[in-house]
Structure formats: C-alpha cells, structure tokens
C-alpha cells in the first residue's frame, strides 16, 4: 500500500511560481509511474503531467507545456510539479497519483492517490 501526501500549494498571484511536491510511504515508488492532476471546481478532474518510474520520460497536458516541469526524487520518494507563470485558470485542488508503470492521462489506470493540495491564483 502506498500512501501520498501532497504540499506546497496556496495563494498566489498571476505570473508567480509554486513548487508541488508529492510524498509517499508505505512502501518505495521508484518502480511506480507518477501523475499530477488537478481538479476545478465545476470542471472534471484533468490530467496535468507524468513521469516514468527512472525520470527518463514526463509527459504533459498542454495547458502545462512550457510552464510546467515534473521531477522525482526516488531516493526521497517524492515527486515534484515546478509551475511556473502562474494563470487564473490554473486554480484547482493538485493530486499526485501512482500507479504500477503507466504515465499517461487515464485516471483510471492510476492506483494509489493523495488527498491534494489547493493551489489559488488570483490577483
């Protein structure tokens, strides 16, 4: 069983930076591909990034291109989310979410998931 813990989130303003990170326990997820969605209020739950179990491979949704980065840490057993150039739009409650290799944006296919951290941006 896996348990995470997602942090670093809160208020912030247009054009600022936050750094997610997703910690988890139970057991080591270095085998274990990572996901961070985001889910609005009023909107359906949306894949944001992945990454493969080794770091090598990330993808992204495309709001998240070019603004967004997806890192890990095995020896911490943590995952990051980098957001960068902060939008309104981008207001959501952030899970991370593990799963036995897949990486890609089907929720379903995820197994394990944290409870999420609040990220509002506002001016």
């Known amino acids: 069983q896996v348990q995470l813990v997602e942090s670093g989130g809160g208020l912030v303003q247009p054009g600022d930076s936050l750094r997610l990170s997703c910690a988890a326990s139970?057991?080591?997820?270095?085998?274990?591909?990572m996901g961070w969605f985001r889910k609005a209020p009023g909107k359906e739950r949306e894949f944001v990034a992945g990454?493969?179990?080794?770091?090598?491979?990330?993808h992204y949704a495309d709001s998240a291109k070019g603004r967004f980065a997806i890192s890990r840490d095995n020896a911490k057993n943590t995952v990051y989310l980098q957001m960068n150039s902060l939008k309104p739009e981008d207001t959501a409650v952030y899970c991370c979410?593990?799963?036995?290799?897949?990486?890609?944006?089907?929720?379903?296919?995820?197994?394990?998931w944290g409870q999420g951290t609040q990220v509002t941006v506002s001016s």
């Open positions: 979410a593990a799963s036995s290799g897949y990486m890609g944006e089907i929720a379903r296919l995820y197994d394990y």
């Open positions: 139970g057991r080591t997820i270095s085998s274990n591909g």
């Open positions: 990454i493969s179990w080794s770091g090598g491979r990330t």
